[in-house]
């Protein structure tokens, strides 16, 4: 392959009498003045990303101190829930229904009966419960119950567990209690 031949290119040049000479304007061009729409909407442009800003700031300012608020109720309802759970709790404890249930009259059973439905019979020592209950719940309750210690009794609004009701003495005098320890808690003998 040969090389591909070069053309000559002519060559310009200026005509005489034209020169590319810089030369002074007459008069400067008369400056544009900015249209006052153009301005006028940049102003308030810049005022209303100003005021929707402040509005923000306003409205979040406002939800910090609501939320604070409803925060501050919503800890007062849980100590209220929390109250009204421990009342519950000290109204169902069995001191508290035993010593009702004393109040009402009723007692401890003894050794329970069964109805053998297939023929009737009844199994077991077939006898009620005696007038005197092995549990003194208004009495000698073990430990004090400070959730219900003044709620009154069903019964008897003026007596409470605190205040007790009246016991029949002779009723404590019969009931047996265990022999006191004086030498220390027994141990069971191991191997």
């Given at each position: 392959?040969?090389?591909?031949?070069l053309?000559p290119?002519?060559?310009?040049?200026?005509?005489?009498?034209?020169?590319h000479r810089?030369?002074?304007?007459?008069?400067?061009?008369?400056?544009?003045r900015?249209?006052?729409?153009?301005?006028?909407?940049?102003?308030?442009g810049?005022?209303?990303?100003?005021?929707?800003?402040?509005?923000?700031?306003?409205?979040t300012t406002?939800?910090?101190?609501?939320?604070?608020?409803l925060t501050?109720?919503?800890?007062?309802?849980?100590?209220e829930?929390?109250?009204?759970?421990?009342?519950?709790?000290?109204?169902?404890?069995?001191q508290?229904l035993?010593?009702?249930?004393?109040?009402?009259g009723?007692?401890?059973?003894?050794?329970?009966?069964?109805?053998?439905?297939?023929d009737g019979?009844?199994?077991g020592?077939?006898?009620?419960?005696?007038?005197?209950s092995?549990?003194?719940?208004?009495?000698?309750a073990?430990?004090?119950?400070?959730?219900?210690?003044?709620?009154p009794?069903?019964?008897?609004?003026?007596?409470?567990?605190?205040?007790?009701?009246?016991?029949?003495e002779a009723?404590?005098?019969n009931?047996?209690t265990?022999?006191?320890?004086?030498?220390?808690?027994?141990t069971?003998?191991?191997?």
């Amino acid at each position: 392959m040969s090389a591909p031949a070069l053309i000559p290119v002519p060559e310009v040049r200026p005509a005489d009498g034209v020169g590319h000479r810089l030369r002074p304007l007459a008069d400067a061009r008369p400056r544009r003045r900015p249209r006052l729409v153009f301005g006028i909407v940049a102003v308030a442009g810049a005022v209303a990303i100003g005021a929707i800003q402040m509005g923000l700031s306003i409205a979040t300012t406002q939800d910090a101190f609501q939320v604070r608020a409803l925060t501050a109720d919503q800890r007062a309802v849980n100590w209220e829930k929390q109250i009204l759970q421990d009342e519950i709790a000290g109204l169902s404890s069995p001191q508290f229904l035993a010593a009702n249930a004393a109040a009402l009259g009723l007692v401890a059973g003894g050794e329970p009966n069964y109805l053998r439905l297939s023929d009737g019979t009844t199994l077991g020592a077939g006898q009620g419960a005696s007038d005197a209950s092995s549990i003194e719940a208004l009495s000698r309750a073990a430990v004090s119950n400070a959730l219900v210690s003044d709620v009154p009794l069903v019964t008897d609004p003026e007596a409470s567990m605190n205040a007790g009701v009246a016991v029949d003495e002779a009723l404590l005098a019969n009931t047996p209690t265990p022999p006191p320890i004086t030498d220390g808690l027994p141990t069971p003998t191991t191997h």
